[in-house]
């Protein structure tokens, strides 16, 4: 450990240069990572150059880096080998923006330019606690802060991450709540009337829909079949946990609004109406809620045929046009694609069965959407997960009801999306 003073030098690429003779002091390389800590115990962690023309004694360090680590030109700092997190998979980061802009915009802007987010990550070593200030955003200015990764780095620890997601995968998350939409698609295909769903500890879910829903005596009779131990079907299982989530957007009140769509051999758009549209606050949510349920119980009672998977994200795709702007940003929200499904689609309709090539297109036309895939009892896996990969959201392969709850409640409540420089793009 070395003590060195601070020097300011501005926007230099995220890193700090020594002097020669400092870097031996030190018993670093170049292009080794330090950690530079205050007697106050701020500290960061940056790359270091190796550079004749910066005075013995000093580091001079990129001006975001400092501001980052609240560490000031002059500052009085202890130079130490940073200690390297190994074989980090994922990272999280939280967009805040605090030029006034919604944060909703915010996200939509960075789901097509990606490459401007990468130019801040650029060279930077990540760690529990960092901000990065992103003052001269286009947008205006927005904090990214570290949110966590996988596996998680310890304290004093700090990850080596690829800006352009090639080697880690990075997800990008609302810092402060924001409303979304979303696309429901629920199997109700031949394949998943088969009971190999376990229910339990979903006590809690399953008292706060007879709480907060209208109990018919057709509802009562579909939520009598969770009894704790049993096992369900999978398009129960699925259609439970759509009631969950469309109790959980109401509850929030935020105007987000949600689309239906079932399939099998075919594919149905749920409507109310003469609106395929389900708003999740005003008047007509109660109404919006209750014919969902309604239909959804319907559909598992009657599953049965082929799974035209294809068709399905197909057309789930295309709804997001029906979808009303939100006038704050003059732009739809944000959407989140859903699909429930044990995924062994069987039927193409001209389409083709596979559904990947359909996925892959979307995302590029609609790169404000994201896509989850939720696997049911058997499903084929390794599809599932390329779907959600490629759809920049993610997979879930349920075996019982407790992972389908908690992962359809955190749904429900927060977005995130996988991003990728565009040539990268799948």
């Not at 401007?116 to 927005?142: H, K, M």
């Not at 005596?217 to 009894?227: I, K, P, W, Y």
């Not at 758009?269 to 708003?279: E, N, P």
């Amino acid at each position: 450990m070395v003590k060195l003073n601070v020097v300011n030098v501005g926007k230099i690429e995220g890193r700090a240069y020594l002097h020669p003779s400092d870097i031996s002091s030190v018993g670093v390389e170049e292009f080794d990572f330090v950690k530079i800590s205050t007697e106050w115990e701020d500290w960061g962690a940056v790359q270091i150059l190796s550079s004749d023309e910066v005075a013995k004694g000093t580091i001079a360090v990129d001006d975001s880096v400092l501001n980052s680590a609240n560490i000031s030109d002059g500052d009085s700092v202890e130079v130490e080998s940073a200690k390297i997190a190994a074989g980090i998979k994922s990272i999280k980061l939280g967009i805040e923006p605090l030029a006034g802009q919604e944060v909703e915009e915010a996200i939509l802007w960075i789901a097509t330019e990606f490459e401007e987010l990468s130019t801040v990550l650029r060279n930077r070593p990540v760690f529990n606690g960092l901000q990065i200030a992103w003052e001269d955003c286009p947008i205006g200015s927005i904090t990214v802060r570290f949110m966590g990764s996988e596996p998680p780095i310890q304290e004093g620890e700090i990850g080596i991450v690829d800006p352009t997601g090639r080697e880690v995968e990075i997800n990008i998350i609302p810092f402060t709540e924001m409303s979304f939409n979303a696309v429901l698609v629920l199997d109700v295909s031949g394949s998943m009337q088969k009971k190999d769903m376990k229910v339990q500890n979903i006590s809690g879910a399953l008292e706060g829909l007879k709480k907060g829903l209208e109990e018919t005596e057709e509802l009562g009779s579909f939520l009598g079949r969770f009894e704790e131990g049993k096992k369900v079907s999978r398009v129960d299982a699925a259609s439970f946990a759509i009631m969950l989530f469309m109790s959980l957007k109401i509850a929030k009140g935020w105007g987000e609004q949600v689309q239906l769509i079932t399939f099998s051999g075919d594919v149905e758009k749920f409507s109310l109406g003469d609106s395929q549209v389900i708003s999740c606050v005003g008047e007509t949510k109660k109404a919006g809620i209750e014919s969902i349920i309604g239909h959804v119980v319907q559909k598992t009672a009657e599953s049965s045929g082929l799974t035209f998977l294809s068709g399905a994200l197909d057309e789930a795709y295309k709804s997001i046009e029906n979808f009303e702007v939100n006038p704050t940003i003059n732009k739809r929200n944000p959407t989140m694609i859903i699909v429930l499904t044990d995924g062994n689609p069987n039927k193409g309709n001209g389409l083709g069965v596979n559904p990947i090539p359909i996925v892959r297109n979307k995302i590029e036309e609609i790169p404000e959407a994201v896509l989850y895939a939720i696997g049911l009892g058997e499903a084929d896996r390794l599809m599932l997960r390329r779907v959600g990969e490629i759809g920049r959201g993610g997979s879930l392969m349920a075996d019982d009801l407790e992972m389908l709850v908690d992962f359809y409640d955190s749904l429900a409540q927060n977005f995130q999306m996988v991003v990728k420089m565009k040539k990268q793009a799948e």
